[in-house]
C-alpha cells in the first residue's frame, strides 16, 4: 500500500545485479480476492520485469476461482490445509486434484505446502503434484545451516 513493489523489486535486482528471472515474488491469495483490480496490475507489471510470481496460500481463505482466470500467475501453493489433518481427507483430496489439474491446463507450476511426512509426498504425487515445500524436508533454517543443508542435498 505504501511502495510500488514491481518498481522497488527492480530497482533492487539493478542495483546487485540480479536477473529477476531467477526470483519467486509469492501473492498470497487473500491479497488477490481483497484488490484483485490493483494486483492484476502489480502481478502484470512483475511479469514485464521477469520476475516469477506465484500465488501462495491457494485454498486458505475464501477462495474465489475467478481470480485466477484474471491473476496470470506462474505458480500455484496449495495450502497445508489439503494436506494436513484426518478431518473430510477423502473432500480435500478430490478438491485438490481438481485444482492441481485445473493448474496445470492454465500452464501454472503446482507446489504443495505444509508436506510433514512421506505418505503426504506420496499422495500428491499420486495426484499429479510434484514439487512441495514442508517439514517433511526441512524446518527453516538460518542462512549458514541451509547453504551446508543445500551442499549436503544436491
Known amino acids: 500500500n505504501y511502495i510500488?513493489?514491481?518498481?522497488?523489486?527492480?530497482?533492487?535486482?539493478?542495483k546487485y545485479a540480479v536477473d529477476p528471472e531467477i526470483l519467486h515474488v509469492e501473492i498470497t491469495e487473500?491479497?488477490?480476492?481483497?484488490?484483485?483490480?490493483?494486483e492484476t496490475d502489480i502481478v502484470k507489471r512483475l511479469h514485464e520485469y521477469g520476475f516469477i510470481v506465484e500465488i501462495d496460500d491457494f485454498g486458505k481463505g475464501a477462495s474465489s476461482l475467478s481470480f485466477l482466470k484474471d491473476v496470470d500467475?506462474?505458480?500455484?501453493?496449495?495450502?497445508?490445509?489439503f494436506v494436513q489433518?484426518?478431518?473430510?481427507?477423502?473432500?480435500?483430496?478430490?478438491?485438490?486434484?481438481?485444482?492441481?489439474?485445473?493448474?496445470?491446463?492454465l500452464n501454472m507450476e503446482i507446489i504443495t505446502e505444509g508436506v510433514e511426512t512421506?505418505?503426504?509426498?506420496?499422495?500428491?504425487?499420486?495426484?499429479?503434484?510434484?514439487i512441495f515445500q514442508g517439514f517433511?524436508?526441512?524446518r527453516p533454517l538460518p542462512i549458514d545451516k541451509f547453504e551446508e543443508f543445500a551442499r549436503e542435498h544436491k
Not at 4 to 14: A, G, Q, R, T, Y
Not at 118 to 130: A, D, H, M
Open 85 to 105: 489433518g484426518e478431518a473430510n481427507k477423502d473432500r480435500s483430496r478430490i478438491i485438490a486434484k481438481s485444482v492441481i489439474e485445473m493448474a496445470k491446463q
Open 118 to 130: 512421506k505418505e503426504q509426498v506420496s499422495q500428491f504425487t499420486e495426484i499429479g503434484c510434484n
Open 136 to 138: 517433511y524436508f526441512s
Open 4 to 14: 510500488d513493489v514491481p518498481d522497488v523489486l527492480k530497482e533492487i535486482c539493478e
Open 30 to 38: 487473500s491479497s488477490l480476492i481483497d484488490d484483485r483490480e490493483n
Open 73 to 81: 500467475a506462474d505458480v500455484l501453493k496449495i495450502d497445508m490445509g
